[in-house]
Every structure is written in structure tokens, then in C-alpha cells.
């Protein structure tokens, strides 16, 4: 894989994670919202720049993946999306405050193991 390939991938991954932080922010304040002054969630959720800006960063990712797609063979670039799960995982405990058990560290750690036996695989 090229340096540029995997400039994109990886972009394709981070930006994908960092829209779903974003659409888990602004959902959360959508629902927070309508807790307490009722009304339309859908509503609430197509007005919030969180929401918009996580769908438009999601939809930012979705093309740089499908540029991937055009340069890296599938078997290369999906399992790149394990580094997305230990993204989330991370961001949710840190940016978002949200609990994270043992279990869920030691099953992002054992994907992330997965992602580096694939491709320590390729490499030969």
C-alpha cells in the first residue's frame, strides 16, 4: 500500500469516528432538549450544528472511503476500521464522559491485535 493509499484510508477512518462523536453529542443534547421542553426529536436533532456537522463529517468519510475502495484492496481497508471501534471507545470515555469497562478495553485491544495480524500478513 502507497503512503497517499493509506494518507486516505486513515482519514477515511478518523473522520468516520469523529462524525459518530459528533452525532452522539448532538443527539444527546437533541434528546436532553426535548426532555425538558418536549417537542419533535427528529426536530431537534435536524437543528442541531452538532448533528449537522457529524453528518456532514460522516458523509466527508464515506467519499474518502470510497476513494480507498478505488486504490486498496477490500481485504486491506476494511479491517482498517478496527482503529474507528478503539477511536470511538477512546473519544466516548475521554471527550464524552461516558463509563468504559475492562471488557471493552480488552475486546478494543484484542481488535486492534486483529488489525495488526492482517497486516503483518500482507506485508509478506
Request: net charge positive; proline share 3%; hydrophobic share 55%.
Amino acid at each position: 500500500m502507497t503512503l497517499p493509499s493509506l494518507t486516505l484510508l486513515l482519514f477515511a477512518v478518523f473522520a468516520s469516528a469523529g462524525g459518530q462523536i459528533m452525532l452522539k453529542h448532538g443527539m444527546k443534547g437533541a434528546a436532553a432538549t426535548v426532555g425538558r421542553e418536549g417537542g419533535s426529536l427528529a426536530m431537534r436533532a435536524a437543528t442541531s450544528p452538532w448533528v449537522v456537522l457529524g453528518l456532514l463529517v460522516f458523509a466527508v468519510s464515506a467519499l474518502a472511503w470510497m476513494a480507498t475502495l478505488a486504490k486498496v484492496p477490500l481485504s486491506i481497508a476494511y479491517p482498517f476500521n478496527a482503529l474507528g471501534y478503539l477511536l470511538i471507545v477512546l473519544a466516548g470515555s475521554t471527550v464524552l464522559h461516558e463509563r468504559t469497562s475492562m471488557w471493552t478495553w480488552g475486546g478494543s485491544l484484542l481488535v486492534v491485535i486483529g488489525l495488526v495480524t492482517v497486516m503483518a500478513g500482507q506485508q509478506r
